[in-house]
């Protein structure tokens, strides 16, 4: 994947073309000003010819009430024909107005020019990312699905061929086990994502216990958790009744210990708890773990679908980047809300979920 931005060269001709309109624009009114100019001395200097002919016809002797009619814009005093200043200086205002007029022109197309490119390169921006994005998705589904097969059928060549000991064996069936539950993620992941965007998610409501959905998904993935020298904590108490789709939350919770089992990869004492409370008319579940953590600000970010820290050429643990966005998509469907919290790198993950308690949505 390029680090460069493809809008870049974009960004660059706009740029220029930018400049280009703003400075043919400000040529415009500083023309227009002097056009303005022009004119006004034109005008000026033909009203004192004719000051200067009417006097000499009245030199002439030619009576003023003869000569005036041929200069309406002159006033004729006593003390001689003179230019009619309210005259000019209405003259002048209409002059300036068309100046003003053409600063506001100019610079509202100016506005509307820049706004529009800036429409246009964040539309831009957001098709390269999506295209990254999708690029990304394609080399990590195919390794995600590659390597566990990979792995299931050396490790089922090794067990039928050198038949090991007890102790070697039971390993083998352990890593064929988590192997096949990488899978089984994975493709519930790519499936359940599918349907959810196609609208084709029943939701089947129902009071749920959480503590007894949480146990199962637990029990299930502890033999690889244990193997890791992983510690699953688990305190949720009974009896909180949560509305929603058994399926669904047991996707989420697996997805939530999915992510703190590869979040604790590499740490030590590695431990993941789980709690759970009545929080309003919610029910919460809290899952935390003492792993790698995240910078604070991607807080959000990582229920974005497809997105994942890190660079994905040196891909630092295995996913394809949906796992949290099914997450928050289940959820918030069923009328809950997700959130993630960590202090920094190396300091830990929390991830809240809230469901709608049962009790409240029956009331
Ligand atoms: N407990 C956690 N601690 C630290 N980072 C986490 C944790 N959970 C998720 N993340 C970060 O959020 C990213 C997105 O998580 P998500 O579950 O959506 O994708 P994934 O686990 O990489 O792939 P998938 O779930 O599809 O197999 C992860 O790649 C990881 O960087
Ligand atoms: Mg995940």
Redesign the pocket.
Known sequence: MSSADPTRRVQLIYGFVLVLCVAQTTWWIVDQARFTTEVREQAEGFLRADVQQARQLLAAGVAPEEVAPSFPELQFRPDGPQIDAAALAKAERRLRRRVVRYGWEGSFFLVVLVIGLIVLLRTLRQRARLLRMQENFVA?VSH?LKSPVASIRLTAETLSLRDPPKERRDKLLLRIQEETERLE??TT?LLETRRLEEGGIKHDPQPLDLAEVVERVVDSLRPSFTACGVTIHNGLPKGLVLLGDRTEVQIVVT??L???G??LAKCDGPEVHLAGAREGRYVKLT?S?N????PTS?SSR??VKF????DELRRT???????????RSLVEASGGKVS?T?EGIGK??T?QVLWPAAQEVAA
């Open positions: 990590a995600e993620t994975t992941n997805n939530l999915d992510n703190a590869k979040a899952v773990d792993g790698v953590g995240f991607e990582l229920f997105y994942r820290l890190g643990s295995r996913g394809v980047g949906l796992g949290l966005y099914l997450v993630a960590s830990g993950a991830f």
